[in-house]
């Protein structure tokens, strides 16, 4: 999954290309204790000569399996992500005009005659994984008490899970509904 840019033709190169989640994981820097796993990979590419500079642009398709952090259940998070980069040429990095000329793009760079493909769309991938990953915004998460899913089941401890505003909401409602 790499480009060679002087393979690069005038016109601009489509690219496309699938795999499986145990090839990003095996892509991480940081090794595979990272508590989601990435189910396959379509992604599908547009690269094009600009000068010195190639930009990229793509689009990606995969699914997160995660783990709730207020159920513990795990789910799956479908995912699409579309990006565009800018790459330029390591050497010509000391120049610092990038930002205003890049201001709506990711800009980054390569070095010799190579892009790494793989390795932006494993960065790509990264940057969709939830710190809080939630199964649904409404999920109730599991009772401090006894611990059960109180998106199943119901028991009769107090939860601090609604709040207070909800509870009025839920009162108001009740008593207009009479
Ligand atoms: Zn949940
Ligand atoms: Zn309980």
């Known amino acids: 999954m790499q480009i060679n840019i002087s393979n690069i033709p005038e016109e601009g190169l489509n690219l496309r290309f699938s795999k499986g989640g145990n090839w ?16 396959n990979i379509d992604a599908q ?20 399996e995660l783990e709730c952090c207020r159920c513990l259940e795990k789910f799956d998070l479908p ?11 390591a050497d010509d990095l000391k120049k610092d005009d990038l930002e205003l000329t890049y201001k709506d793009l990711e800009y980054g760079y390569y070095e010799g005659d190579i892009i790494d493909l793989g390795q932006i769309v494993v960065e790509q991938i990264l940057l969709q994984v939830p710190v809080k990953p939630l199964c649904n915004a409404f999920c109730k998460g599991l009772c401090s008490v006894c611990g059960i899913n109180l998106n199943i089941e119901k028991c ?19 008593k207009r509904e009479r």
Request: with cysteine.
């Open 24 to 39: 990003f994981h095996q892509s991480l820097p940081m090794g595979d204790d990272s508590g989601f796993c990435v189910r």
């Open 45 to 64: 590419c547009f690269a094009e000569k600009i000068l010195k500079n190639v930009s990229i642009k793509g689009r990606i398709e995969t699914g997160i």
């Open 79 to 89: 995912v699409e992500i579309e990006f565009k980069y800018v790459l330029m040429p």
């Open 156 to 174: 009769n401890h107090e939860t601090q899970q609604i709040s207070s505003s909800f509870a009025a909401l839920k009162n108001f409602k009740t």
